[in-house]
């Protein structure tokens, strides 16, 4: 007893708590870090958007204009670069905002359409690589209100809707910026048969002796994003050029903090290796088995982040939906993109897909948010991941064969849902439930949410038969809920 009390005392000192190893790393690197936070300050901060599961990305900027097109070619890739891929020069690119003007942009709409997909936060390009600001940035002209006809901030717009609807709302932020004076593109031998040369723009480079002054001009407009529309995560991206080193990343992080203690920023501030950031960013992948960190998925509903008028690969909403699931069961959040157009419509394919999948949230949300993973991931012959990784065309697609044996796993407390990939017409085993799986642990109650009346059920020791209902309570995957008894 007196040893168990001193490993206690010796773990709450260290400030680990429970869960050994992994969080013990972690710590460490927070102890070193410019956070002096409790694992339990971390969990508390961290609260709202582990629950929350479920994101909306949102590409918006004025390369929704030429939308993939410039000077009557298509190019390759996601439209958002194009001034990378087109090698646009700056006062070229500068012929765009005056052409933005987005009348059909309706804030409240935008966001109801979210609240109705079951998103719980938005992240919206605040200045993309392309270093246009979507909001009245003081410090500069190169925004939404001082250089376009439209002359609104849609930011302020949006971030007063969430607020209204109960949706976070936070901001992506480019460290990298092609139209800041401090910084120009690589000189590199052009390969005219490559798609695109990503190096020109993509690793950019510092002019000596500027990047003091850029520091400060990110700080003064993060200083703005913060104080005007309180986001609840700031979302980098870019900081991978060789002139953003370690020490700016951790200055950055310890500035941001400052202005916002309770803040959330994804790890692409610079500072990799190093675990003191808030979460991981795999982009256009699902971890195969999730991450010992906090994590989210960011994807594409087609094939390209700002608005693409020659994109047409959307994804079927089963695949968002497996794929939203998928993460859920490995402990991730799933963070979906639109690409709104320069009309400032968001894409009717898109709002298609974002409606059917709050569908099935209505009835399945319980099984999603909120949730930890189980003790299993998964169970039956087909990996749920397989359409996660397919990199083709989406017209010809063609769905594994799924059954009612491919099960992926949730769990809140004492409850396992238990999410169904394949409908069944009359009984099924669930493996992972039987008595030789999870030992002691007896089923007290079985439910398919969506569904009113039990379940009939018998627990044996290879598994936990379940009788399905008569009907489908909605589309694509059916939850069954199995309450055990507390111990
Ligand atoms: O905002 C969206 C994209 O515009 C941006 N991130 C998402 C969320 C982005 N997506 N893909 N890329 C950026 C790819 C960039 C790849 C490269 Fe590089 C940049 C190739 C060369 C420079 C970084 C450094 C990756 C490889 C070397």
Same mark, same amino acid.
């Given at each position: 007893?007196?040893?168990?009390?001193?490993?206690?005392?010796?773990?709450?000192?260290?400030?680990?708590?429970?869960?050994?190893?992994?969080?013990?790393?972690?710590?460490?690197?927070?102890?070193?870090?410019?956070?002096?936070?409790?694992?339990?300050?971390?969990?508390?901060?961290?609260?709202?958007?582990?629950?929350?599961?479920?994101?909306?990305?949102?590409?918006?900027?004025?390369?929704?204009?030429?939308?993939?097109?410039?000077?009557?070619?298509?190019?390759?890739?996601?439209?958002?670069?194009?001034?990378?891929?087109?090698?646009?020069?700056?006062?070229?690119?500068?012929?765009?905002?005056?052409?933005?003007?987005?009348?059909?942009?309706?804030?409240?709409?935008?966001?109801?359409?979210?609240?109705?997909?079951?998103?719980?936060?938005?992240?919206?390009?605040?200045?993309?690589?392309?270093?246009?600001?979507?909001?009245?940035?003081?410090?500069?002209?190169?925004?939404?209100?001082?250089?376009?006809?439209?002359?609104?901030?849609?930011?302020?717009?949006?971030?007063?809707?969430?607020?209204?609807?109960?949706?976070?709302?936070?901001?992506?932020?480019?460290?990298?910026?092609?139209?800041?004076?401090?910084?120009?593109?690589?000189?590199?031998? @052009?390969?005219? /048969? +490559?798609?695109? #040369?990503?190096?020109?723009?993509?690793?950019? &480079?510092?002019? %000596?002796?500027?990047?003091? *002054?850029?520091?400060?001009?990110?700080?003064?407009?993060?200083?703005?994003?913060?104080?005007?529309?309180?986001?609840?995560?700031?979302?980098?991206?870019?900081?991978?050029?060789?002139?953003?080193?370690?020490?700016?990343?951790?200055?950055?992080?310890?500035?941001?903090?400052?202005?916002?203690?309770?803040?959330?920023?994804?790890?692409? @501030?610079?500072? /990799? +290796?190093?675990? #003191?950031?808030?979460?991981?960013?795999?982009? &256009?992948?699902? %971890?195969?088995?999730?991450? *010992?960190?906090?994590?989210?998925?960011?994807?594409?509903?087609?094939?390209?982040?700002?608005?693409?008028?020659?994109?047409?690969?959307?994804?079927?909403?089963?695949?968002?939906?497996?794929?939203?699931?998928?993460?859920?069961?490995?402990?991730?959040?799933?963070?979906?993109?639109?690409?709104?157009?320069?009309?400032?419509?968001?894409?009717?394919?898109?709002?298609?897909?974002?409606?059917?999948?709050?569908?099935?949230?209505?009835?399945?949300?319980?099984?999603?948010?909120?949730?930890?993973?189980?003790?299993?991931?998964?169970?039956?012959?087909?990996?749920?991941?397989?359409?996660?990784?397919?990199?083709?065309?989406?017209?010809?697609?063609?769905?594994?064969?799924?059954?009612?044996?491919?099960?992926?796993?949730?769990?809140?407390?004492?409850?396992?849902?238990?999410?169904?990939?394949?409908?069944?017409?009359?009984?099924?085993?669930?493996?992972?439930?039987?008595?030789?799986?999870?030992?002691?642990?007896?089923?007290?109650?079985?439910?398919?949410?969506?569904?009113?009346?039990?379940?009939?059920?018998?627990?044996?020791?290879?598994?936990?038969?379940?009788?399905?209902?008569?009907?489908?309570?909605?589309?694509?995957?059916?939850?069954?809920?199995?309450?055990?008894?507390?111990?």
């Amino acid at each position: 007893m007196k040893r168990l009390s001193f490993l206690t005392i010796c773990l709450v000192l260290a400030g680990i708590g429970v869960s050994g190893c992994e969080q013990s790393a972690r710590m460490d690197k927070l102890k070193e870090g410019l956070r002096p936070e409790t694992q339990e300050q971390r969990d508390a901060r961290m609260a709202w958007w582990r629950d929350a599961k479920f994101g909306m990305f949102i590409h918006w900027g004025v390369y929704s204009v030429p939308a993939g097109e410039w000077k009557g070619t298509i190019y390759p890739g996601i439209s958002e670069w194009i001034m990378s891929h087109a090698m646009i020069p700056i006062e070229e690119y500068e012929t765009l905002p005056p052409r933005f003007n987005p009348v059909g942009f309706d804030a409240e709409q935008w966001v109801q359409m979210a609240k109705n997909a079951g998103v719980k936060y938005i992240v919206i390009t605040s200045k993309h690589h392309d270093g246009f600001a979507m909001y009245d940035s003081k410090i500069s002209d190169y925004d939404i209100v001082d250089s376009t006809g439209y002359g609104k901030d849609i930011l302020k717009a949006l971030s007063r809707e969430c607020e209204k609807a109960g949706i976070r709302f936070c901001t992506y932020y480019s460290i990298l910026d092609w139209h800041h004076r401090s910084q120009e593109p690589r000189q590199v031998e @052009i390969d005219e /048969d +490559e798609e695109d #040369n990503w190096e020109m723009y993509g690793m950019n &480079q510092m002019k %000596p002796g500027r990047k003091e *002054d850029y520091r400060e001009y990110m700080k003064a407009q993060l200083s703005e994003i913060i104080s005007q529309y309180d986001p609840g995560v700031l979302w980098f991206d870019g900081g991978w050029v060789e002139w953003w080193n370690y020490e700016d990343g951790r200055d950055l992080q310890k500035y941001i903090r400052t202005l916002k203690p309770d803040i959330i920023h994804n790890n692409r @501030i610079g500072i /990799d +290796e190093d675990l #003191n950031e808030d979460y991981g960013t795999p982009e &256009q992948d699902i %971890p195969p088995g999730g991450l *010992d960190y906090d994590w989210e998925t960011c994807m594409t509903m087609n094939d390209s982040w700002g608005y693409k008028r020659s994109d047409s690969n959307w994804k079927p909403t089963k695949v968002l939906i497996f794929n939203l699931i998928d993460i859920a069961s490995k402990g991730g959040n799933f963070l979906l993109n639109v690409g709104p157009t320069d009309k400032g419509l968001i894409p009717e394919p898109s709002v298609q897909r974002l409606k059917e999948m709050g569908a099935w949230l209505k009835v399945n949300g319980e099984a999603i948010y909120g949730t930890s993973p189980w003790r299993k991931r998964k169970e039956g012959p087909t990996d749920i991941s397989f359409i996660n990784s397919y990199e083709g065309d989406y017209a010809d697609f063609v769905e594994p064969e799924y059954t009612a044996a491919d099960i992926a796993f949730t769990s809140k407390g004492d409850t396992v849902y238990a999410i169904f990939l394949h409908w069944a017409n009359e009984k099924v085993l669930v493996k992972s439930l039987g008595t030789q799986s999870i030992g002691d642990r007896r089923v007290e109650s079985v439910s398919m949410l969506g569904i009113d009346d039990d379940l009939k059920w018998e627990q044996r020791r290879d598994g936990l038969v379940v009788s399905f209902p008569g009907k489908k309570p909605c589309k694509y995957a059916y939850v069954i809920k199995i309450q055990l008894r507390g111990e």
